[in-house]
Structures are given as structure tokens and as C-alpha cells.
């Protein structure tokens, strides 16, 4: 089992026993060692997702179905690779678009290469640094109240900000989606974010890796038919979701 995955079950185990477990549990669900088990635990300490206690440890408060941007990064970099180049043929010299906090969004941010006269207009920390050092890139930060889980900005003053802007395209992601529902989130906040660069685009773009298919979170973001694309790193599915959008 990949680090990554691990971990992602250690914390829904965690959320499903009252916010505590004992390393021998964890052990036994994850068929892991005790050593195993407790570096795991270390790491997600550090990332303050956890606190550990003598024997196990304990899922802090503060905690959402937003995991950390390092650890969203690293969960299915080969399907986000190909997600980003499909979708950055859609972007071309002289557009304003709008970008995401995503990891997925992120990762196409890294494919940008060599699209000049590009305005980008993001909520997201990291992609304003990584596009910083990119010549013929005008960066527009949508600034607000800093969460530092996922390094981006929320808030009212976030939302009037990006209302104000037309863009050519946005680019956005989501922790679910269906065809009969669309995409969705956990987080109220980030579904704001995400319906106002959807309301303030001409051209919108879900990006999607397949392990999100058929998830459905409390917060729905879009219909399908209300995007442009719905961009996976499936061939077959993204034809069969290419007839339920708008273009």
C-alpha cells in the first residue's frame, strides 16, 4: 500500500471511532507494523492533522474533508499529469484565466510552459509563487483570509474580488462528482470560490481524476452540463461526459 494511501485511511479511521484509535488497531486494520503505523503517525502530526497520545492518537478538531496541499500533491500524479496537458490545449496566448486552489489545477499550473501573455487570476499561494518566476505571466492574487491547510484564500472579500474580473476560461476541481449530480465539495467555502470563477468565466473546465467518480459532498458546486469539458484521465469517460456539457 502506497505512504499516501495509508494515511488517508488512517484518518477515515480516525473520523469513524470518535476521533481516537490505538496504534495495535490501526495495526491490525491496515495489516502494518506497530513502526509502520507510528511513522505514519509522526508525519501526520507534523502536517497537524493528528495529535499523538501514549498508544495512538487523536484526530485534532480543526480537521475537514480538505486534506493539506503536500499531501493532495501526491495522491495520483500520474492521472493529474495527464489531466493537465489534455486541459492545457484548451489555454493559448493572450487569455485571462481563472485557477484554483486544487492540486490538480496546480499541477496544470507547472504545464504552462511555453503560453506567453497569460493573465492568471488564483486564490492559491502556491501558484502565484510558482508562476511568479514565469516571464509573460501577469499574476492577479484574490486575496482574503488565509487558510493554511490548503495555502489559499477564502472569504467574502475573496468572492467580490474575483466578481469583479471577466476571464476567457476557469479551471477548477472537485473532491466528487457523478453525472447526475455534478461536481460537489466538503467544504462550504470552497464551494463559494469555486461558483463565482465558474459565474465569472466564459469557457469552465472541471478537472477530475476518476478516483473521484461517483462521490457526492455536501456542497454542490455545478451540474455537468454547466461546464464547458469535464477533463479525466479517461478516455471512455470523458467522451461519455462530453455529452452532458454545454460545448
Avoid at 115 to 138: H, R
Wanted: glycine share 6%.
Amino acid at each position: 500500500m502506497a505512504i499516501h494511501d495509508r494515511k488517508d485511511l488512517i484518518l477515515e479511521i480516525l473520523r469513524n471511532h470518535s476521533r481516537f484509535v490505538t496504534v495495535s488497531q490501526l495495526s491490525e486494520k491496515l495489516f502494518a507494523s506497530g513502526a509502520t503505523i507510528r511513522r505514519d503517525l509522526a508525519e501526520l502530526e507534523k502536517s497537524k492533522l493528528i495529535q499523538r497520545t501514549r498508544g495512538g492518537a487523536i484526530l485534532l478538531e480543526s480537521i475537514s474533508t480538505e486534506a493539506p496541499m503536500v499531501l493532495r500533491e501526491s495522491r495520483n500524479e500520474m492521472q493529474k499529469q495527464i489531466i493537465a496537458t489534455i486541459a492545457r490545449d484548451y489555454i493559448k496566448d493572450g487569455m485571462t484565466i481563472f485557477m484554483d486552489s486544487s492540486s490538480t489545477v496546480f499541477t496544470l499550473a507547472r504545464n504552462l510552459k511555453p503560453i506567453g501573455n497569460l493573465t492568471v487570476i488564483t486564490n492559491n499561494l502556491k501558484i502565484t509563487w510558482l508562476l511568479s518566476e514565469q516571464k509573460g505571466v501577469t499574476l492577479i492574487c484574490a486575496g482574503g483570509r488565509l487558510k493554511e491547510r490548503s495555502m489559499s484564500f477564502y472569504g467574502e472579500s475573496t468572492i467580490q474580488f474575483i466578481s469583479r474580473i471577466n476571464a476567457d476560461a476557469a479551471f477548477i476541481s472537485a473532491v466528487g462528482f457523478t453525472f447526475e449530480s455534478g461536481s460537489s465539495d466538503g467544504s462550504e467555502e470552497e464551494c463559494f470560490i469555486k461558483r463565482a470563477y465558474l459565474s465569472n468565466s466564459k469557457d469552465k473546465y472541471l478537472l477530475v481524476d476518476t478516483s473521484k467518480l461517483g462521490k457526492e459532498f455536501m456542497y454542490r458546486t455545478a451540474p455537468i452540463s454547466a461546464y464547458t469539458r469535464v477533463i479525466t484521465e479517461n478516455r471512455e469517460i470523458n467522451d461519455r461526459l462530453s455529452l452532458l456539457t454545454e460545448k
